[in-house]
């Protein structure tokens, strides 16, 4: 299983761009990218994955280097309520793998 | 559409008790998932269920035992509670049936067990 390494935390400003980066340098051809996030103490939510491509959707987008060894989630507008820490996980998509290990994440902090 | 829905949401237990947690998911979902996470850690796979009848361990496994009922329901059963396993519990679900969203996680809002 692919390796992720995140920041430990991060600011940001209000109403500015939040850029989180993830480093997967042995990601494998198979694996895609996900991304969740955990306000509070509630469960994780799911936000967006990829293979190879940049993806968008209407919560964030995400932008996986050609080499697909990094990648970052953008939140483009972010608000007090996108405080919360954020998980890069890398798995396969398409194969029935159960074995979802999350790490520590970044907490982000929107600042006012 | 409910999702995943988990009971109870809070639980204190004496050292030595029993307790079952509760894990039922409506989005007709194949694999279901027990996670705990500890106060500032990241979440830990404990066991999780790929399809109705199979269920495996995760990373921290000791100390529990799971039960897939049924397609909908997976519980967690804690035999005899220690004070280590104090923790806020996650439920979740996945399609797992192919398809690049296949993986994708639903969790439940969480069940918050102490131990003392």
């Known amino acids: 299983d692919a390796k992720t390494t995140q920041p430990t935390s991060m600011d940001c400003a209000e109403g500015r761009a939040a850029n989180l980066p993830c480093n997967h340098s042995t990601i494998s051809g198979n694996e895609y990218v996900y991304w969740y996030r955990q306000i509070h103490s509630q469960g994780p939510q799911y936000i967006i994955h990829g293979l190879k491509n940049n993806e968008t959707n209407e919560m964030a987008s995400l932008i996986i280097t050609e080499d697909r060894k990094s990648s970052t989630l953008i939140l483009p507008h972010a608000t007090l309520r996108d405080t919360a820490v954020y998980y890069c996980?890398?798995?396969?998509?398409?194969?029935?793998?159960?074995?979802?290990?999350f790490g520590t994440g970044t907490r982000l902090k929107v600042l006012a | 559409n409910a999702g995943v829905t988990q009971t109870p949401k809070f639980q204190v237990l004496k050292t030595g008790q029993s307790m079952t947690l509760q894990c039922a998911q409506d989005?007709?979902?194949?694999?279901m998932y027990w996670y705990r996470q500890d106060p500032g850690m990241g979440l830990r796979l404990i066991y999780y269920s790929a399809s109705e009848g199979t269920t495996d361990k995760g990373e921290v496994p000791n100390g529990y035992n799971v039960s897939r009922l049924n397609k909908r329901e997976f519980s967690l059963r804690l035999e005899s509670a220690a004070p280590s396993q104090t923790s806020v519990y996650f439920c979740?679900?996945?399609?797992?049936?192919?398809?690049?969203?296949?993986?994708?996680?639903?969790f439940g809002a969480g069940s918050r067990l102490t131990v003392l």
């Open positions: 989005m007709n979902h194949n694999s």
């Open positions: 996980i890398v798995r396969p998509g398409v194969l029935r793998t159960y074995k979802y290990i």
């Open positions: 979740a679900s996945s399609e797992g049936s192919g398809g690049s969203g296949a993986n994708v996680l639903t």
